[in-house]
């Protein structure tokens, strides 16, 4: 449902080439939404990604394999959520 989304949120782990997200990903940049894309450090296509990102101005972080790495990942995606609801009058409960 990206045409009514606020906010995409992809991530591409390092143990797929995960196909299905990076039509995703491309259909989202193509649109123009606002996104945040976590890339795990040993993702095989991460250049890819990295450079789409860049070039469209697509926030991306990298993000350490692991437990630690994800939930620091989290916290952006909480941060940019809030922000997304604070822009619209909205807040977390």
Do not use: H
Not at 2 to 10: T, W, Y
Not at 46 to 59: L, N, P
Not at 78 to 93: M, N, P, S, T
Request: glycine residues 12%; aromatic residues 8%.
């Amino acid at each position: 449902m990206q045409s009514v989304s606020d906010l995409i949120i992809v991530y591409f782990g390092s143990k797929t080439d995960a196909p299905v997200s990076l039509m995703e990903f491309g259909m989202a940049v193509r649109r123009g939404k606002k996104m945040i894309v976590g890339i795990e450090k040993g993702y095989r296509k991460s250049g890819y990604v990295m450079a789409v990102c860049q070039r469209e101005g697509v926030e991306w972080a990298n993000v350490d394999a692991g437990e630690d790495g994800v939930k620091a990942f989290a916290a952006v995606v909480k941060e940019r959520v809030e922000e997304v609801l604070q822009e619209r009058g909205v807040g977390l409960a």
